[in-house]
């Protein structure tokens, strides 16, 4: 059974850098074709796409966020790790890490977390 | 990117009665070498995370209801229900994952008439 939870901060302040755990069990990013990405969704609002990493350490990022994300991975402790500079208010959002599979070609997200709420405000 | 507009944004169908969401997508997104559309379908109720109904734009996800059912001619997708029943109430997203940055369309919220 595969599983993903996210951690970090619950609030953070503007122009401060946010960091975000994926941890996740039952699969390995270390030697199975598999992908993480990040996603997030204002409250009320719709998802969005973030960042995704694979097994063989390809990044893809949001167009709009890119200059402002870093995602990476640390297979042996079975994390991913998204950081978010700059934070602003309308960064507010519950932000979602989610699994995907690659079998000749890649998976939509069939595992996803439970999510986390990140409030920005001063 | 890929842009993916959903219609209509918010939808009230009987129950037992049909329901149908669109997803339009702002260019293909067939893979040629396999002949499949990298199209996927969500259901994410309040509180929860979003759930895996569909994906190739027509196989659905193991567990999920056969009242889903997902459709495509070329840019053109839907999801329909064949017969809405209370634990449907949802929000519905697409999402294409043919390239990256893998986007999704901007919901459609769907309620009990």
């Known amino acids: 059974q595969i599983t993903l939870k996210e951690s970090g901060p619950t609030l953070v302040k503007p122009t401060q850098t946010l960091t975000l755990t994926c941890t996740f069990s039952?699969?390995?990013?270390?030697?199975?074709?598999?992908?993480v990405a990040w996603i997030r969704q204002p409250p009320g609002k719709a998802l969005e796409w973030l960042a995704h990493?694979?097994?063989?350490?390809?990044?893809y990022y949001s167009s709009s966020l890119k200059s402002r994300l870093t995602i990476t991975k640390d297979p042996s402790k079975n994390h991913v790790v998204l950081t978010m500079t700059n934070m602003d208010p309308m960064d507010t959002a519950t932000y979602y890490c989610?699994?995907?599979?690659?079998?000749?070609?890649?998976?939509?997200?069939?595992?996803w977390g439970q999510g986390t709420l990140v409030t920005v405000s001063s | 990117d890929i842009v993916l507009t959903q219609s209509p944004d918010s939808l009230a169908v009987p129950l037992g009665e049909r329901a149908t969401i669109n997803c339009k997508s702002s260019?293909?997104?067939?893979?040629?070498?396999?002949?499949?559309?990298?199209l996927a379908w969500y259901q994410q109720k309040p509180g929860q995370p979003p759930r895996l109904l569909i994906y190739w734009a027509s196989t659905r996800e193991s567990g999920v209801p056969d009242r889903f059912s997902g459709g495509e001619s070329g840019t053109d997708f839907t999801l329909t229900i064949s017969s809405l029943q209370a634990e449907d109430v949802a929000v519905y997203y697409c999402?294409?994952?043919?390239?990256?940055?893998?986007?999704f369309g901007q919901g459609t919220k769907l309620e009990i008439k």
């Open positions: 990493i694979s097994w063989n350490n390809e990044r």
């Open positions: 260019q293909s997104v067939l893979y040629s070498s396999d002949d499949k559309n990298y």
């Open positions: 989610g699994h995907q599979r690659y079998v000749n070609a890649w998976y939509p997200f069939a595992n």
């Open positions: 039952g699969l390995s990013l270390s030697s199975t074709r598999v992908g």
């Open positions: 999402q294409q994952y043919y390239s990256a940055p893998y986007t």
